[in-house]
């Protein structure tokens, strides 16, 4: 009873903490890492430790939180498109069930380290973050998100007028990857990885310590 006490105060202190640095993302500069003309955002990656660090649950809610405070901004802002919730709250609520099916079907493999299992997911699990918001801002904003990106599309050799709905979408969806896309899986797999490496040598030194002591 007391170790189910231990691991719920747990989840509820890491969920609280991985929320509260999703709004810290959200609300100021530190969401987005800026190298040369890309902005890389990371404030997903919160999401990606919550579900890796304290399972599926806690990753929803705090998918939740970072859901809520991009539509806050959105509010403040004026952003178009994030204002609408099933464009900015559940996107954010999905994908941490990508995270937490590819963790749980690498973790069935012998031998996998919990780190080289959470890169893959934290890998795996940016991409569906983008290919989920991508797609919610397609099904409510066609025509803007076509018109928006009219010069992106083509300069990889696509005519927005010319396409068609699902070819839009991925035309749109192959655009994004090529350009901040990809740098965003680069850069979440590195974060979650250096934040697991870390967390896990820090776990197994007390372990050790715990071990010693018990000895004595």
Do not use: D
């Not at 231990?6 to 800026?34: C, D, E, H, M, W």
């Not at 003309?37 to 890796?52: D, K, R």
């Not at 998100?145 to 599309?153: D, N, R, S």
Request: proline fraction near 4%.
């Amino acid at each position: 009873m007391e170790k189910t006490n231990r691991s719920i105060n747990y989840k509820i202190a890491l969920t609280g903490v991985f929320g509260a640095l999703s709004v810290v993302l959200s609300f100021t500069p530190l969401g987005y890492l800026q190298i040369g003309l890309l902005a890389i955002t990371i404030m997903h990656i919160p999401v990606i430790l919550a579900v890796i660090l304290a399972g599926l649950v806690p990753g929803i809610s705090v998918g939740f939180i970072f859901g809520i405070s991009s539509l806050v901004r959105a509010a403040q802002t004026g952003s178009p498109f994030f204002i609408n919730p099933f464009c900015s709250v559940l996107p954010r609520m999905l994908f941490p069930v990508a995270v937490w099916a590819i963790c749980k079907l690498l973790g069935k493999i012998p031998g996998i380290s919990k780190v080289v299992s959470g890169s893959i997911a934290a890998a795996v699990g940016t991409l569906c973050h983008t290919v989920i918001v991508m797609a919610a801002l397609y099904i409510f904003y066609t025509e803007q998100l076509l018109q928006g990106m009219k010069g992106a599309l083509e300069q990889f050799g696509f005519s927005a007028e010319s396409l068609s709905s699902v070819g839009g979408y991925f035309a749109i969806l192959g655009c994004t990857l090529a350009t901040n896309g990809i740098w965003e899986i680069i850069t979440a797999t590195i974060i979650v990885a250096t934040v697991l490496t870390s967390i896990y040598a820090v776990k197994s030194k007390k372990s050790k310590l715990s071990k010693i002591e018990e000895l004595q």
